[in-house]
């Protein structure tokens, strides 16, 4: 052998086997690389996401929101993300109106009775493994449940759960159960304030009212970040005491009809009486109106001839004299001129009194 570095090594022969077997891991390599890229691709494409006109949407890195403040909500329309689990995408409907209904202190009821509205047989007692009940102010039981509607107000508030001072996410079931359990505690401890018949009966609006405003407050003190819409209340007596109660329905009603009934003749009378009263008033002050101006003018009358009787009695009372004597003489049906004698002594004057009045005249009958 020659040690001279100029001399070629020698080639060795490589057989057709194994430069097959070289092709082919070189194709592999290629498609495998080729797949590789395509699923790279498409796992980049998997992280594109529509939002909707009525949502809203927040992207999470590892748990944790993309952005601050304002920025961290995603208006409609297309979004990429990475796809999961480095990115996840929560999608929150802002207008939708959601709804919770509170049974925590209604009887049992199968969905095919709660869907129908029947109430399923009872004992002679509660079962409080399957019913529930709650307790009225003069510590009476009855069965109350509601319905509440309610929108999504601040969408990181409710994803992200700042209410209870973490930065754990519960996402929108979590929400759902908190308002859930505001509207459950809001019947408890309204029904507390209010007396059976109140609620059943007598005031059952103004229940349903402080049983809305009580969740309403509780979900602002505990910043669910919803906005309550409507509650609708439904309550009963223990089916127990249905027939009791119903009787007790069957009084009040019957009460307050007689009550409305009196009410009404009471303000029939009243005002009949108010009539009235400013009829004769209006009487009374329109002749006092009338005698008042009579008295004055008579008054000013009064004047009138008291300074003409002081300027000439004699010629006032001759004046006066021939005056009524011409209104005695135009309502007299008979009138006498009695002259006086020469002598001065007054005619005698004799006066038939109480005479026959004339007959009428009637035509004679011929024979």
Not at 2 to 23: M, R, W
Not at 154 to 162: Q, T
Not at 290 to 313: C, D, H, T, W
Not at 345 to 354: F, G, T, W
Request: charged share 20%.
């Amino acid at each position: 052998m020659s040690n001279d570095p100029k001399t070629p090594a020698p080639v060795t022969p490589v057989d057709s086997g194994s430069q097959a077997l070289a092709e082919a891991l070189r194709s592999s390599f290629g498609i495998v690389k080729f797949v590789m890229a395509l699923l790279f691709v498409l796992f980049l494409a998997s992280g594109f996401f529509t939002v909707g006109p009525q949502e809203k949407a927040i992207k999470l890195r590892f748990g944790k929101p993309v952005g601050e403040g304002e920025q961290v909500l995603l208006g409609s329309g297309a979004h990429w993300a990475w796809p999961y689990p480095i990115d996840d995408v929560i999608k929150i409907p802002i207008t939708e109106i959601q709804k919770v209904t509170a049974k925590g202190s209604w009887f049992f009821q199968t969905p095919e009775q709660e869907l129908s509205d029947k109430d399923p047989g009872f004992g002679p007692t509660l079962n409080p493994a399957m019913d529930g009940y709650a307790l009225t102010g003069d510590g009476n039981i009855i069965h109350t449940k509601a319905t509440l509607s309610y929108r999504i107000a601040d969408p990181v508030r409710c994803v992200f759960g700042f209410a209870i001072g973490t930065n754990q996410t519960f996402n929108l079931a979590g929400v759902s159960n908190a308002v859930l359990n505001a509207l459950d505690n809001a019947l408890v401890q309204t029904a507390a304030r209010y007396k059976v018949d109140d609620l059943l009966l007598n005031d059952a609006v103004g229940f349903q009212d402080a049983v809305q405003r009580r969740v309403a407050k509780l979900v602002q003190e505990q910043k669910l970040g919803v906005i309550v819409d409507q509650c609708s209340v439904q309550s009963r007596p223990p089916r127990q005491l249905k027939q009791a109660f119903d009787i007790v329905s069957i009084a009040s009603h019957k009460r307050d009809t007689v009550t409305s009934a009196a009410r009404s003749e009471a303000s029939q009378t009243l005002g009949r009486a108010t009539s009235d009263a400013v009829g004769r008033l209006n009487a009374a002050e329109t002749a006092r109106t009338l005698m008042v101006e009579g008295i004055n003018s008579e008054s000013v009358r009064f004047q009138k001839l008291l300074s003409a009787y002081q300027s000439n009695p004699d010629l006032f009372v001759q004046q006066r004299l021939v005056e009524t004597m011409g209104r005695v003489f135009a309502s007299a049906q008979d009138k006498m001129f009695l002259p006086t004698r020469a002598d001065g002594k007054p005619v005698e004057l004799r006066l038939l009194l109480s005479r026959e009045p004339p007959k009428p005249k009637t035509d004679e009958v011929k024979p």
